[in-house]
């Protein structure tokens, strides 16, 4: 079969900066991520050497101010790096998501003292993030958290488990909400704990269906002290700032969904035009044709949605609903992208000699983390309909 190499996606780009900067993700995407993305993910490798080549290269900071070591780039920029980078390896492009994803809440809510002496090393200084918001007892129910911060003079004493946390045990800071006051969202506040901090440990990695180069692990907190100074604004704001965060996160997810439906397509499409049967390929059947329209359309459909989205956030306009309404349509994008690429290469597709069976057992994970697409439909609906009459909490 002929090697058919994938075509760049035509993207809208508002500056020649931010067509510099989806040159400079594709060629660090190409050259330096692809080659090796099968036999990490196979043997469980995490490529932190690539988190550290993004933060050198300015792509771990885009959207974020420069003063502090930021790219000053619009979030329809960083989400289209986000999704090259993703396209190339699920595992690099959700974990820049989620690193960004731990720097929101220092970045927007942080006092200027905080953001001078911490923001410049987690933007641009080569360190990675963690987000701790879920624990084993509260996914979507969040608000329900357990995990303790109890005031001891001019610290924090915090103890508890963060559970399904990803770079779980290798992160270099931790974005952690804990209970500081009353049950309910309104007794939540936020730190920023050193990864290296007394009492912190990861448990071993959980084993996954997929990403498995990516670790996910609970966090333990027993006795870890902080001082107040790394508290994230006020006492009984976390939540408010664990939810702003998710909005933005949201996008990121969306945005890596599209880069591995992406990644799908491109593969079943190379396939299918070089495969051969009944003397020509199977590309010119109508059944594969009709799959791959659909595939394209799709995808498009989901880039277009959760870019309108980002572009609302960038004009400073609400865009919580668009946030989940790009999360779950690109999510479920990616889950049924991802599981027509292995139809389309029928028995090769089953087989590890190809990327699309990896693919498939990556996209799942999209619909569960940073809300489940239930959640999501339950965010949207609310924003249609008002809160459920009978909500509980």
Known sequence: MPDRAPQPVDRQLPTDEARDLISLARDIAQREIAPRAAEEEDAGHFPREIFTLLSRSGLLGLPYDSEYGGGDQPYEVYLQVLEELAAARLTVGLGVSVH????????????????????????????????????????????????????????????????????????????????????????????????????????????????????????HFDGVRVPDERRIGEEGQGFAIALSALDSGRLGIAACAIGLAQAALDEALAYATGRQQFGRPISDFQGLRFMLADMATQIEAGRALYLAAARLRDAGRPFAKQAAMAKLHCTDTAMKATIDAVQVLGGYGYTADFPVERYMREAKVLQIVEGTNQIQRMVIARHLAGPEAHRVG
């Open 100 to 219: 960004s994803l731990s720097c929101h809440a220092l970045a927007n809510y942080g006092t200027k003292q905080q953001q001078v002496e911490h923001l410049p090393a987690m933007l641009g200084g080569g360190l990675l993030g963690a987000y701790c918001l879920s624990e084993p007892s509260s996914g979507s129910d969040a608000a329900s958290l357990r995990t303790k911060a109890v005031r001891d003079g001019d610290e924090w004493v915090i103890d508890g488990t963060k559970a399904w946390i990803t770079h779980g045990g290798i992160a270099d800071f931790y974005t952690v909400m804990a209970r500081t006051g009353e049950d309910g969202p309104r007794g939540i506040s936020a730190f920023l704990v050193p990864g290296d901090a007394a009492g912190l440990s990861g448990a071993a990695p959980e084993k996954k269906m997929g990403m498995k180069g990516s670790p996910t692990a609970q966090v």
